[in-house]
């Protein structure tokens, strides 16, 4: 839902790492192909789901921000990335995310529900 809502704007397309995702069908079948079957496909975990939650507040800031990923970046200690942002500008992006932790903890909660968040985990078996 994200990744449609967000477009090239989504903090989890990830260029150059991340440029696109494969298509459930195609992933499935590529596994099938491989001698594997599916056992279990959860779309919720608490391990990566918080990163849903910062995926839809940062995308929400990529959508106002020239430069992407600014707060995202200086949480992970990268200092160097888009140094004309300064202790301020930071600040305010810390309190819209603030702000924004509520929807997107909802929006997570839906799109898991709708098996289309940020996460899904594949159970293989090999046959």
């Given at each position: 839902m994200q990744a449609k809502m967000f477009g090239p704007k989504w903090l989890h397309l990830d260029p150059?790492?991340?440029l696109?995702?494969?298509?459930?069908?195609?992933?499935?079948?590529?596994?099938?192909?491989l001698g594997f079957s599916v056992e279990r496909q959860p779309c919720f975990s608490l391990k990566p789901?918080?990163?849903?939650?910062?995926?839809?507040?940062?995308?929400?800031l990529n959508t106002l921000l020239a430069k992407r990923n600014v707060l995202y970046e200086r949480l992970k200690g990268n200092k160097a990335?888009?140094?004309?942002?300064?202790?301020?500008?930071l600040v305010l992006q810390l309190a819209?995310?603030?702000?924004?932790?509520?929807p997107a903890l909802i929006l997570t909660v839906i799109e898991s529900?709708?098996?289309r968040g940020a996460t899904v985990e594949?159970?293989?078996r090999k046959r």
């Open positions: 150059p790492r991340h696109f995702l494969m298509p459930e069908n195609a992933f499935i079948k590529t596994v099938q192909d789901n918080p990163y849903g939650l910062m995926g839809f507040t940062q995308s929400t990335y888009a140094p004309s942002y300064g202790s301020v500008a819209a995310t603030a702000v924004l932790v509520f529900a709708c098996r594949y159970v293989l």
